[in-house]
Each structure stands twice: as structure tokens, then as C-alpha cells.
């Protein structure tokens, strides 16, 4: 198993309690998004959790159901067709083989390296805002993205906030028609073409936006932002092995199933739609699943 968050884990889960005797390749340092995640609110079981206390707790359970957990990095995701079994080489494990793979690498959110960025970060900055919807309750926010992430995150998060500004780097949509409409009916949402986060100010969180229009800066008295710029899935290192689309998420067949057989997917880097934890311990779940069903069949 590749992958050291919800959907790696819970495949460890599952693939341990069938007795696959899983070694989970978590990383030098665990990339889940949940590390860098506050306060959790939508994880079922938990009214709230910090993120990295999320985290250790499906490690904990993964082993003790007897998944080994390696703290090391991958180089190199291979195949070898005389063997029939995958080569997974690591930066200090040597070199592992295995007959199935299951892939849980998750993606990363783009975001900007402007002035404030990190210091605010998950203090009224986020890349969510299904996750982080406490940012915008009953509070003005900037969500930044043209596209239709950006579309549907402002479309959601007016429902909920008292108004939205969404910033545009140009002078037009690269969303979907049908998203664009979507986000223009939205009385409290304010489109601002042609402009670009310059500075994010505050005291302990977010309380001013500044952005560039045409030369103008504009100040925008805001409680949060949300990057909606788009997502890196973390998918090199199986680019030669399966199928990938053009944003490089890996695609998926008849459940969790990538074009190599063998190769099973699960979590962000093949989910382009819902990129929420909950979903990603699910498909991880039906990784593991599948992934014990086609280890009996090759019996």
C-alpha cells in the first residue's frame, strides 16, 4: 500500500484484517492533508477532531490489525512481467516485491506564495471549504479560482456566509457554462475580474485581502480565503504503469481497478470530484476489497 492517509490506511485496515500482510509505505514524513488540517467537523464518529489526531488514530488501528508501517519514501514503482510481481524500491528499505499494489498517494492543493499565506494558514486560509466551512459562517471570505472547483466552492460557501468575492486572474470563467450560471445566481456573490491576491493581513487570523485590479490594489475586509486554484495528484510514480487523464489523476475501472492489473487506486489521487477524507477511507475500503477478491481468483 502506498499512501499514509484515510485511503491508504484504511486499506491497511482491511487488507490486515484478511490477513494480506500489508506493508504500508507511509513516507519519510506522512503528506496526508489531514496533518495540515485544524479542527475535522464532517468525519463521522468524530463531532471534532484535529486533523493530526485523526491521523494517529488510523494508524493505531492499522496496526493493530497487523499492517506493517514503513516510514520510508518510494523511487520507484515498477513491474517485472517475468516475475509477475510489482518492484517497489524504497530510499532505506531495499527493494520490495509484491503481487498486488494498492495506490493512495492523495494530491496536493495549489495555493499562492504571497505575503500571509502561511501565516494564516488553516487561520482563515484553506483550500476547502466543504472542510473548513466554520472559516466563511455568517462572515465575508475571498475564494480565489476561475474554474469550477472555484464555482462550486463559492456556490457552496453562500449559503453559509454573509458575502463572497471571488477573485478571477482573468476576464473570464474557465468553468463549465453551467457552473459559471450556477455561481452568478448567487445574490451575495461578488466577481472580481482580472485581479490577484497581492497580500493576506491579520492579527491572530485572516482580516484583510489585498488584490490587484488593473493596477489598483483593492482592500477587502474578509475573515478567510479559499484557494480554489486547482490540485496536483501525486501519480508519477505510476504514470508508466497505468492509465492517467490529463490533469494526472490515475483512472478507474469497475470499481477501484486501474488499467494494469494488479494496480488498485484509492483517495485523491484518482478522485477529482469529492476530495473529502470520508471518501477517501471508503475507497480505500473497496481497494482492499477488491484487491482480496483478485488475490483469490489468481490462486
Same mark, same amino acid.
Given at each position: 500500500?502506498?499512501?499514509?492517509?484515510?485511503?491508504?490506511?484504511? %486499506?491497511?485496515? !482491511?487488507?490486515?484484517?484478511?490477513?494480506?500482510?500489508?506493508?504500508?509505505?507511509?513516507?519519510?514524513?506522512?503528506?496526508?492533508?489531514?496533518?495540515?488540517?485544524?479542527?475535522?467537523? /464532517? !468525519?463521522?464518529?468524530?463531532?471534532?477532531?484535529?486533523?493530526?489526531?485523526?491521523?494517529?488514530?488510523?494508524?493505531?488501528?492499522? =496496526?493493530? &490489525?497487523?499492517?506493517?508501517?514503513?516510514?520510508?519514501?518510494?523511487?520507484?514503482?515498477?513491474?517485472?512481467?517475468?516475475?509477475?510481481?510489482?518492484? *517497489?524500491?524504497?530510499?532505506?528499505?531495499?527493494?520490495?516485491?509484491?503481487? @498486488? *499494489?494498492?495506490? @493512495?498517494?492523495?494530491?496536493?492543493?495549489?495555493?499562492?506564495?504571497?505575503?500571509? %499565506?502561511?501565516?494564516?494558514?488553516?487561520?482563515?486560509?484553506?483550500?476547502?471549504?466543504? #472542510?473548513?466551512?466554520?472559516?466563511?459562517?455568517? +462572515?465575508?471570505?475571498?475564494?480565489?479560482?476561475?474554474?469550477?472547483? %472555484? #464555482?462550486?466552492?463559492?456556490?457552496?460557501?453562500?449559503?453559509? @456566509?454573509?458575502?463572497?468575492?471571488?477573485?478571477?486572474?482573468?476576464?473570464?470563467?474557465? @468553468?463549465?457554462?453551467?457552473?459559471?450560471?450556477?455561481?452568478?445566481?448567487?445574490?451575495?456573490?461578488?466577481?472580481? !475580474?482580472?485581479?490577484?491576491?497581492?497580500?493576506?493581513?491579520? &492579527? +491572530?487570523?485572516?482580516?484583510?485581502?489585498?488584490?490587484?485590479?488593473?493596477?489598483?490594489?483593492?482592500?477587502?475586509?474578509?475573515?478567510?480565503?479559499?484557494?480554489?486554484?486547482?490540485?496536483?495528484?501525486?501519480?508519477?510514480?505510476?504514470?508508466?504503469?497505468?492509465?492517467? /487523464?490529463?490533469?494526472?489523476?490515475?483512472? +478507474? !475501472?469497475?470499481?477501484?481497478?486501474?488499467?494494469?492489473?494488479?494496480?488498485?487506486?484509492?483517495?485523491?489521487?484518482?478522485?477529482?470530484?469529492?476530495?473529502?477524507?470520508?471518501?477517501?477511507?471508503?475507497?480505500?475500503?473497496?481497494? %482492499?476489497?477488491? #484487491?482480496?477478491?483478485?488475490? =483469490?481468483?489468481?490462486?
Amino acid at each position: 500500500i502506498v499512501g499514509g492517509g484515510p485511503a491508504g490506511l484504511s %486499506a491497511a485496515v !482491511y487488507c490486515g484484517r484478511a490477513n494480506l500482510k500489508p506493508l504500508v509505505f507511509m513516507g519519510v514524513q506522512t503528506s496526508s492533508q489531514l496533518l495540515t488540517t485544524t479542527e475535522v467537523e /464532517n !468525519y463521522p464518529g468524530f463531532e471534532s477532531v484535529l486533523g493530526p489526531d485523526l491521523v494517529d488514530k488510523m494508524i493505531k488501528q492499522a =496496526e493493530k &490489525s497487523e499492517a506493517t508501517l514503513i516510514f520510508d519514501d518510494i523511487l520507484h514503482l515498477d513491474f517485472d512481467d517475468g516475475k509477475q510481481l510489482f518492484v *517497489v524500491e524504497s530510499s532505506f528499505s531495499g527493494v520490495k516485491h509484491s503481487k @498486488a *499494489v494498492i495506490f @493512495a498517494t492523495g494530491s496536493k492543493s495549489k495555493t499562492l506564495d504571497v505575503p500571509g %499565506a502561511k501565516e494564516f494558514w488553516q487561520k482563515g486560509v484553506s483550500t476547502c471549504a466543504v #472542510c473548513d466551512s466554520k472559516i466563511a459562517k455568517n +462572515k465575508k471570505v475571498v475564494v480565489v479560482g476561475g474554474g469550477d472547483v %472555484a #464555482c462550486e466552492e463559492a456556490s457552496y460557501v453562500a449559503n453559509i @456566509a454573509e458575502k463572497v468575492y471571488l477573485v478571477l486572474r482573468r476576464d473570464v470563467f474557465r @468553468a463549465s457554462p453551467i457552473m459559471e450560471e450556477r455561481v452568478k445566481k448567487c445574490k451575495n456573490v461578488e466577481i472580481i !475580474y482580472k485581479s490577484n491576491v497581492t497580500k493576506i493581513l491579520g &492579527s +491572530k487570523s485572516v482580516e484583510q485581502v489585498i488584490i490587484n485590479k488593473n493596477g489598483d490594489e483593492i482592500v477587502l475586509d474578509v475573515s478567510g480565503l479559499f484557494w480554489c486554484i486547482g490540485n496536483l495528484p501525486q501519480t508519477d510514480l505510476v504514470k508508466h504503469l497505468c492509465e492517467i /487523464n490529463e490533469q494526472g489523476y490515475v483512472l +478507474k !475501472y469497475n470499481g477501484q481497478k486501474s488499467s494494469k492489473d494488479g494496480l488498485f487506486v484509492a483517495g485523491d489521487c484518482s478522485d477529482w470530484e469529492y476530495r473529502q477524507a470520508v471518501v477517501a477511507a471508503g475507497a480505500g475500503c473497496m481497494a %482492499a476489497l477488491e #484487491c482480496q477478491r483478485w488475490l =483469490e481468483d489468481k490462486q
